[in-house]
T-cell receptor, first 120, second 114 residues
Framework: DTEVTQTPKHLVMGMTNKKSLKCEQH?????MYWYKQKAKKPPELMFV???????INESVPSRFSPECPNSSLLNLHLHALQPEDSALYLC???????????????????FGPGTRLTVL | DQQVKQNSPSLSVQEGRISILNCDYT??????FLWYKKYPAEGPTFLIS?????DKNEDGRFTVFLNKSAKHLSLHIVPSQPGDSAVYFCAARILNTNAGKSTFGDGTTLTVKP
């Protein structure tokens, strides 16, 4: 199984709603990532989990709350979002977040298909 | 300050010819570079990578060249096929730090015409 799955595919929510995005991988990867991508822009890193611990938070507003319940699952909890938060949210995983030079393949990130989020 | 730049937003090539996608970076600490391909409504897919100890890496029709002194890398696709039409992102990393953080360029949309 070399797939990263994300649910839901599409999500429409109001500014007062609470929702969660889910991501799952069964490749035994120990690093998982959340990215936000706006149209015609590159993926923008939000969070990195390394061995189930949050290792990078790219100054993301607190209305986005990540959670890593176990090594296969990554959630992104959403609350009180703004319309400008509408974007494609991508999850990714890689084998080892800090692999040495001799194990370069460990650095390749496998991306999920994303959740298209619209905030009304 | 954008540390990874892809200055051509789009590129159009005839099927069978060579596609050359370019990427420039400013941070000399980057020591690992990756190319990803993205189709609409899908997540990016890893294509090929190169470490700073090499100047060339080849995988089938795809070759990545790295010129460290110029802080420039390029992706060559030969021969180009219509199925290669996608957005190509260049990404750079500093290995053993930043817990897996990659810095992406803005992407180049490649169109391969039959």
């Amino acid at each position: 199984d070399t797939e990263v799955t994300q649910t839901p595919k599409h999500l429409v929510m109001g500014m007062t709603n609470k929702k969660s995005l889910k991501c799952e991988q069964h490749m035994g990867h120990r690093a998982m990532y959340w990215y936000k991508q706006k149209a015609k822009k590159p993926p923008e890193l939000m969070f990195v989990y390394s061995y189930e611990k949050l290792s990078i938070n790219e100054s993301v507003p607190s209305r986005f709350s990540p959670e890593c319940p176990n090594s296969s699952l990554l959630n992104l909890h959403l609350h009180a979002l703004q319309p400008e938060d509408s974007a494609l949210y991508l999850c990714a995983s890689s084998q080892d977040p800090v692999a040495p030079l001799g194990s370069l393949s460990y650095n390749e990130q496998f991306f999920g298909p994303g959740t298209r989020l619209t905030v009304l | 300050d954008q540390q990874v730049k892809q200055n051509s937003p789009s590129l159009s090539v005839q099927e069978g010819r060579i596609s050359i996608l370019n990427c420039d970076y400013t941070n000399s600490m980057f020591d690992y570079f990756l190319w990803y391909k993205k189709y609409p409504a899908e997540g990016p897919t890893f294509l090929i990578s190169i470490s700073s100890i090499k100047d060339k890496n080849e995988d089938g029709r795809f070759t990545v060249f790295l010129n460290k002194s110029a802080k420039h890398l390029s992706l060559h696709i030969v021969p180009s096929q219509p199925g290669d039409s996608a957005v190509y992102f260049c990404a750079a990393r500093i290995l053993n730090t930043n817990a897996g953080k990659s810095t992406f360029g803005d992407g180049t949309t490649l169109t391969v015409k039959p």
